[in-house]
């Protein structure tokens, strides 16, 4: 079964940091674009940063600086390491697989990702 599933997320005080993990099974994350995305209850979905198969790695330009991608291909998983979290960073995350293996390109357009994980709640208190 092609499955997604994040983990990692909690409550932390501004200037506080996270790690979420992606950790993918039925299917190698490594031959996939991988994709993080936010969503708050009411609001559009915001696409945080994605992972080209050949480690490509693209950031919104509201956290560049902050978060960093990275994969573990041995655990299947890609992790988003979040430092110096702001209050606005509140919100749902999510990861997502993109439609192809070897995709040429890999975007933050929700649209491009076919297999979502549950979410993880990431709260940043001020």
């Known amino acids: 079964q092609v499955r997604l599933v994040e983990s990692g997320g909690g409550s932390v005080q501004a200037g506080g940091s996270l790690t979420l993990s992606c950790g993918a099974s039925?299917?190698?994350?490594?031959?996939?674009?991988v994709g993080w995305f936010r969503q708050a209850p009411g609001n559009g979905r915001e696409g945080v940063a994605s992972?080209?198969?050949?480690?490509?790695?693209t950031y919104a330009d509201s956290v560049k600086g902050r978060f960093t991608l990275s994969r573990d291909t041995a655990k299947n998983t890609v992790t988003l390491q979040m430092n110096k979290l702001k209050p606005e960073d509140t919100d749902m995350y999510y990861c997502?697989?993109?439609?192809?293996?070897?995709?040429?390109?890999?975007?933050?357009?929700?649209?491009?990702?076919?297999?979502w994980g549950q979410g993880t709640q990431v709260t940043v208190s001020s």
């Open positions: 039925g299917f190698l994350s490594s031959v996939y674009c």
């Open positions: 992972f080209s198969y050949d480690g490509t790695a």
């Open positions: 997502a697989r993109g439609r192809w293996p070897y995709g040429p390109v890999c975007t933050m357009l929700g649209m491009d990702f076919d297999v």
